[in-house]
């Protein structure tokens, strides 16, 4: 546990009360840095829909909804990311396999007759 005792803005007199300034800074950690994990400010909108689809998807909770909506935005970001490699390789590939395509067109039997 943190030692937050040199942090706490209220001072107290008796020793019994540091006692208190522990505890009370023993809760504080519990419910922001401990348990709960990191925090997350929502308008009050946002919260109504992410409600909204929890009672739709089924889901346990708010924070799996959150969770569902992640994965799909990083596989839509990887699938943006893959087609844009594809798209390079072929705009570096297009030259040559014109050039190649191109040379076998002029030896092509078919097109001998």
Known sequence: MLDCRAACKVRFSALCCL???DILC????Y?????IGKL???QEEDDR???ALKAELGAPTK???VRAGLDLLEREALRAARIKRWRRAVRLATAESRRV???????SRLKRR
């Open 19 to 21: 006692a208190m300034c």
């Open 26 to 29: 023993s809760i504080y950690h």
């Open 31 to 35: 419910i922001f840095l401990g348990s």
């Open 40 to 42: 997350l400010m929502l």
């Open 49 to 51: 829909r992410i409600v």
């Open 63 to 65: 924070v799996a909804v």
């Open 101 to 107: 395509n191109a040379e076998f067109r002029s030896h």
